[in-house]
Every structure is written in C-alpha cells, then in structure tokens.
C-alpha cells in the first residue's frame, strides 16, 4: 500500500506548482499520492487512509449527479494519457495553467508540461488580460480551456486573440462546445481542439470526436456511451452506490452520456442520458436544442431543461445569455426546424448557474426558472 498526502490549492501560482511538483513525484513513484483539494476545502476523512501502490491522484469530480465522487487514478493510466496527448496534438511542450489546478483538467496540465506548467493566478477568477500576459510571458505551447473562458477570449480580441492564436493547440472542455463557437474560433485562426472525457478516464481521452491512441469508444444499444483502455480510473474511493461502483464493469467505464457516430466516424456526444426530457412521449436531448438556440445571431450561452407539466409530461423550456434578445423571436425562429423539440419557453438571464469548471448546473436552473426568474 502507499500513502495518501492532502495537498491545498487556493487558485495562486505557488500552489499550483507544489502539487504538480508532488503529483509528478506520484506518478514517477518517488513520492506519495495526492489528494488535492481546492480553496477552502478540506479533505474528507473518509478518503484518507493508504491506496494501492499503482494509484497516484484521488481526484474529486465536480458532481455531475450532485454528488461528487473520489477516483483513483492509476499512475500507468496518467502518464498513457500523456503520451496519447502528445501524439495527436503534437511535441511535448509548455503549457499554461488556467484552470483550477486541483480539477482532474488542471492536474493533467500540469503533469504533461514538458517544464514546469505556467500558471495563471486564478484567486480573483479568470480574467482575460491575466490570461493573456500569462500567455505572453510564458512561451507555453499549449493550454487548456472550458467554453465559457474561449468565449470571453474571443470577444476581448485584440492581445488576446493574438494569443490564442500563438499556440500549438488550445484543447477545449468540461462542458460541451457549441459548433457555432468552434467555428468562430477556427475561423479566427485559434487551434481549436475539442475533448470529451471525466475523471474517470484521467480527463479527456477522445479529441475532436476520435479516441486517443490506446482509448475504446463503444455505443450501448440506448446509446449510452463506454469508455475504456489505458486511461481509465481503478474506481473509486469512499462511499458510493451499487450503481456508481457497477460502472467501473467489463473492463470499461459506463458514463452516463448518449453519443452517436457520424458518418465520418467521429463520436458526437448528445448529452446526459438522465438530462434527456420526455415531452409528450418524446424523447428530446436538451444539446440538439442548445445547438439551434446557439445558432441564432446575439446568443452566447444556452440550456434547456425540462420542467413539470401536468399535460405533456415534462415541458421543454430554455435560458440563454445575450444581448439584446428576443425570447419569443428566438422561440418562433427555432420552432421549425425543432419539431416537437422546440422549447415552450425561452428566458434571457445574465448568466447560467454552473458548477465545477464551467458545466451549467441544469438543476439550479430548474429552480431558478420555476421560481419565475429572468425575463
């Protein structure tokens, strides 16, 4: 067995670079594996305690069910995610740091920084100017970003587009990317690459839709997406249920995710099964609308949820984030193309309640649209 070491980050460089100095250690087997946590927290008893030699991190995930879950990640499966890493994007090199370190995302640009990571100092969040002289004084050749930071990135411009621009490849996750989005910023001439993947399977493990060198992809019948390969966890730790611990099964990850292939053969990622709403005895995944609100001119944020209703089960309804918006224009203009789909209600609202790095918080947002807030 190996012992198991709490390490604390509060957003600011100097903790930052001593976790990816103790992880790398980890992952290295000269030291003992991490358990980071972020500012303010600390650490649940119940995860402390020595792990099996192969482990290296116990990282959190930021609750997607509302119940967050410790995974044990193997050090083979780290260091065979970074090389898949390498092999699609390109050499090894320097990156920078702008997201929360001790996210499964974050500790992954640190241990695959070819020198030690720069690192932005997130204490007072993400800003785009820190973002942009980080990237500036650095030289680092890649990073890794969630939607929401590409976006304000991209409508700062200037300087910060530029240094977008400037590496070799900028991996976008922790929340599914609006194509309108990869478009605007493909178009911009930033390096745009896309990752699916959780803690689970030591971040991302499938980029722009194609799984990394050692990564399998398989559909269930329903859809459901399985993960597997060199970059899956060794399961859990601590209390979880039947049906968490009965994910970990066949040698693979059953996520919680319905995909479908293209006809390229890509895996396109339609969302949450249980995010799925049943409308009048259709099934509507909230992305497919999501993508057609996004779509529409003056719209940079979308969700869609499903709420109550006594005639049809669960009625379609919709939040976005814009200026200058319309909520029944926005309704009428995507109703044709959406069918059944279409939501029965569209409310503008100064931001999507999130959680994590980024991913809206669907069921805040339920409360929040029930309680009759927005416009």
């Not at 689970?200 to 980029?207: A, L, Q």
Request: hydrophobic content about 45%; proline content about 7%.
């Amino acid at each position: 067995m190996r012992a198991l070491v709490t390490v604390p980050t509060d957003g600011s460089p100097a903790a930052a670079r001593h976790l990816g100095e103790a992880a790398a250690a980890a992952v290295a087997g000269d030291g003992p594996a991490v358990l980071p946590t972020g500012p303010g927290e600390d650490a649940d008893p119940a995860l402390l305690g020595p792990v099996d030699d192969a482990v290296a991190a116990v990282v959190t995930t930021t609750g997607s069910t509302g119940v967050p879950k410790a995974v044990l990640l193997p050090a083979a499966a780290l260091a065979a995610s970074a090389r898949a890493t390498y092999a699609r994007i390109g050499p090894p090199g320097r990156w920078l740091l702008a997201l929360p370190a001790h996210h499964v995302a974050g500790l992954q640009v640190l241990l695959r920084s070819a020198e030690p990571a720069a690192v932005m100092d997130l204490r007072a969040g993400f800003r785009t100017d820190a973002f942009t002289a980080a990237a500036a004084a650095s030289g680092a050749a890649y990073t890794s970003l969630v939607p929401t930071q590409l976006v304000r990135l991209l409508d700062a411009g200037g300087p910060a587009l530029d240094a977008l621009r400037g590496f070799t490849a900028v991996l976008l996750g922790g929340a599914a990317a609006d194509p309108s989005l990869l478009d605007r910023a493909r178009a911009a001439g930033v390096p745009v690459v896309t990752t699916y993947g959780m803690s689970e399977t030591c971040g991302g493990c499938v980029y722009d839709g194609r799984p990394l060198d050692g990564v399998t992809v398989t559909l269930e019948p329903d859809g459901r997406i399985v993960l597997g390969g060199t970059t899956l966890a060794a399961g859990y730790r601590g209390a979880v249920s039947d049906a968490d611990r009965a994910a970990f099964t066949g040698g693979g990850f059953r996520t919680n995710d319905l995909g479908v292939w293209t006809d390229d053969g890509r895996l396109e990622v339609l969302g949450r099964a249980d995010d799925v709403i049943v409308t009048g005895g259709e099934n509507v995944a909230p992305a497919l609308v999501e993508r057609a609100l996004l779509a529409q001119d003056g719209v940079r944020e979308a969700c869609v949820v499903g709420l109550p209703d006594p005639e049809w089960g669960a009625r379609v309804v919709a939040a976005v984030v814009g200026d200058g918006l319309d909520p029944d224009r926005l309704r009428a203009t995507v109703a044709p193309q959406l069918g059944h789909a279409a939501p029965r209600s569209v409310t503008v609202l100064d931001a999507i309640p999130a959680r994590g790095i980024g991913k809206p918080d669907r069921e805040a947002l339920r409360r929040l649209l029930t309680s009759g807030a927005g416009s």
